[in-house]
T-cell receptor, first 111, second 118 residues
């Protein structure tokens, strides 16, 4: 059973608007969450993370929100830019050991 | 949902020995599997692309004689770290492409293998 889910396989957003990528998890032992961005033919690169002791972490245009009670996190990108078009993977880990990845959401930012 | 397993989850070995890591797709057939290595700052480096029934395609800078990849079946790919050295200590993650996935690049990741070379 997938422990990390990204139920939207794809998302299209107009340039300048907000992109919201969602992620749900089932394992309550997860205490650290990460978002990766992946371009075609490249490995995923780390984007932003959040510890379970926080409910929000912001880095420039990227903000991750964590709702522990709902076991849900989201990545907000604002304003969205065409260069943000990529596949975004949500990942979760406990004790900074095994990293469980979601299946990814493909974001297309339309100029 | 699709599941990818890795075995072992942790392995400690002596310098000079070889270690085999298995990656299995449990409920779908994966013609393509990928092997990644996780570096500090959490980025994953693609090491090689493994295609069932053919030789793996290695990324630039990855020694194919050191990191042997075998994709013997549609559900199993193995990575063998030969003559391991302490600098090979890392977190190795595999992923499997689901040909029936909605996205062309739908990949399901394994839980990773922590390799420590003493």
């Amino acid at each position: 059973d997938q422990q990390v889910k990204q139920n939207s396989p794809s998302l299209s957003v107009q340039e300048g608007r907000i992109s919201i990528l969602n992620c749900d998890y089932t394992n309550s032992m997860f205490d650290y969450f990460l978002w990766y961005k992946k371009y075609p033919a490249e490995g995923p690169t780390f984007l932003i993370s959040i510890s379970s002791i926080k409910d929000k972490n912001e880095d420039g245009r990227f903000t991750v929100f964590l709702n522990k009670s709902a076991k849900h996190l989201s990545l907000h990108i604002v304003p969205s830019q065409p260069g943000d078009s990529a596949v975004y993977f949500c990942a979760a880990t406990s004790s900074y050991d095994k990293v469980i990845f979601g299946p990814g959401t493909s974001l297309s930012v339309i100029p | 949902g699709a599941v990818v397993s890795q075995h072992p989850s942790r392995v400690i070995c002596k310098s000079g020995t070889s270690v085999k890591i298995e990656c299995r797709s449990l409920d779908f057939q994966a013609t393509t599997m990928f092997w990644y290595r996780q570096f500090p700052k959490k980025s994953l480096m693609l090491m090689a692309t493994s295609n069932e029934g053919s030789k793996a395609t290695y990324e630039q800078g990855v020694e194919k004689d050191k990191f042997l990849i075998n994709h013997a079946s549609l559900t199993l790919s193995t990575l063998t770290v030969t003559s391991a050295h302490p600098e090979d200590s890392s977190f190795y993650i595999c992923s499997a492409r689901d040909p029936g996935g909605i996205l062309a690049d739908t990949q399901y990741f394994g839980p990773g293998t922590r390799l420590t070379v003493l």
